[in-house]
């Protein structure tokens, strides 16, 4: 059997077509996404989840990634799943009461570990490490916990421990900071000119305190102390100087979506400029035939220290831990309330 390659894809629709099974089964993905238009009823997602599986070889440790935040970015929604709360509500409870809002993270993490490890998606793109700085872009906004690094890194860190223990994993983003963004890095490319001193003492430190972690999402952001030309995602400079050596991140490094405007040139281009910079995946989300092939054929196999990498985290799910999900939903919904 062929090895897994550098990449994760998402795929168009509800079901797999015949084309998709056929490119999964060739080139082999080492992970896949779901996105809003994949969601239906839940025994549709789990046969969907099983199917995009079976394509590499059925093996239940594969990872099927989904961004189940709260508030505006919930893939899997109601009537399904509640309308969970964004992160700035987790936040505000957090500054009422420090006991409360760690919980509440935790909680929250915990209620989407069992509300999709039932649909098959075992890594959820959580927690949003992001230090929002006044009037950032909504593409950030209400998703970042608060503005301030030590209330960020303590809610990160209760929220990456919450899907741990419903036997899912997290992955942080968007390291090494996105919270100073002030245009749409989907549409745009944001530049920040932050000194450098104050990026350590603010955007990176809860990826420093979270750096154990076994998996991270780039950003899509020029830092112009480090690197002028190229957003972290492409800048060797930024993978090489502040995510492996001042932030200490030894685990998996995905890019952000590599269909996003803020980067330059086709998606062949692109993905190789990731492979370049020293990230471990690509990250293609929208399920287009045509670009998932130009990744695929520009991105190599799994080897050396990213393979290191994929395979800590494949060995790495936990166990859940057998909680009541009706007294957890209980404590969060009074926690909320009270808020």
Known sequence: MSESKSFISGCKGLVLTDDEKAFFRDERPWGFILFGRNIGEPSQVADLTAALRDTVGGDPTVPVLID?????????????VPQYPNAAALGAIYRHDEANGLRAAWLISRLFAFDLSRLGVNVDCLPVLDVAVPGVHDVIGNRAYGQEPQIVSAMGKAAADGLRAGGLLPVMKHMPGHGRTMVDSHHDLPV???????????????????????????????????????PATTSAKVVREVIRGHIGFDGLLMSDDVSMNALRGDIATRARAIVGAGLDLVLHCHGIM???????????????????RADAVTSGFPTADGADEQALREEFNALVAVA
């Open 68 to 80: 189940q935040e709260g508030g505006r970015v919930q893939r899997v929604k109601p009537p399904h």
């Open 192 to 230: 920040v000119h932050a000194p450098l001193d104050a990026l350590q003492a603010i955007d990176f430190l809860p990826f420093r305190h979270m750096r154990d972690e076994l998996m991270a999402m780039s950003a899509h952001i020029v830092f112009t102390e480090l690197d002028a030309d190229n």
């Open 290 to 308: 045509e670009e998932m092939i130009a990744v695929a054929e520009n991105v190599p196999p799994l080897a050396g220290e990213s393979r290191r």
